[in-house]
Nanobody, 125 residues
Framework: QVQLVESGGGSVQAGDSLRLSCAAS????????MGWFRQAPGKEREGVAL???????SYADSVQGRFTISKDNAENTLYLQMNSLKPEDTAMYYC???????????????????WGKGTLVTISS
């Protein structure tokens, strides 16, 4: 059974940084498309940053240059380094994953099979 457990959320001020972590277990495939999604109150969920098992990454335009996604394969942990945070980054952040066959683009538009329960990020101005 695949489990994704997020941590690292919190309340910080605009301009600060946070690093989110997602501990993955039970995922037995070597290939993957994994990433971070977020949902703010009253808004649709959006893909923030994704990474595939070949190291390819994709980012939402709103976070490009401020957020960095990475994965420690030895620890089976996904990270999201968030710098220069803005109030509009306030949301529940979810870790998600799916099998990646390598013949399509791992992006925020890809349907995910596995989801964590989320970690809340609140940015005050």
């Amino acid at each position: 059974q695949v489990q994704l457990v997020e941590s690292g959320g919190g309340s910080v001020q605009a301009g600060d940084s946070l690093r989110l972590s997602c501990a993955a277990s039970g995922y037995t495939y070597r290939r993957y498309c994994m990433g971070w999604f977020r949902q703010a109150p009253g808004k649709e969920r959006e893909g923030v940053a994704l990474i595939d098992s070949d190291g390819g990454t994709s980012y939402a335009d709103s976070v490009q240059g401020r957020f960095t996604i990475s994965k420690d394969n030895a620890e089976n942990t996904l990270y999201l380094q968030m710098n220069s945070l803005k109030p509009e980054d306030t949301a529940m952040y979810y870790c998600a994953a799916t099998y990646w066959g390598g013949n399509w683009y791992c992006s925020g538009n890809v349907p995910m099979d596995y989801w964590g329960k989320g970690t809340l990020v609140t940015i005050s101005s």
